[in-house]
């Protein structure tokens, strides 16, 4: 979730995008692979397959923090791009880690951790899900 700096400081580091279906939860420090993910993703976003949300379409006198909840509550996919910077990210990963992996959990959706750069992440709550990319063996 990217928060500018007048919310709450504890949210400074988690940015969101939202596709139509999933949500992508990531440290705003990872902001250029985001980018290059939604490169990827631009003729699914042509064909009307997914939409992209952006936390900076909410509107003035609309409610930040219930804006935010609402988006991964309704995804199918809850794409994790996960770094050393997203592991720190308190926000991220006491809040939004935590319940994405709640509605993996209920059936609800599905919690999928992108590798974006090395990082501990096997000794976290993610380590039991399937990560991409795998790691191959020589």
Known sequence: MHCPASRNSAQEHCEMTTLMGESTLYSHQDEDLRKELEKHLATL????????????????????????SNQPESADIVLLLVSSDFLHSDYCYDIEVKRALERHAEGSTRVIPAILRPCDWQKTPLGKLNATPTERSS
């Open 45 to 68: 976003r042509r064909d009307s397959v997914i939409d992209i949300w952006q936390d900076r379409r909410i509107g003035p006198g609309d409610e930040f923090d219930r804006e935010i």
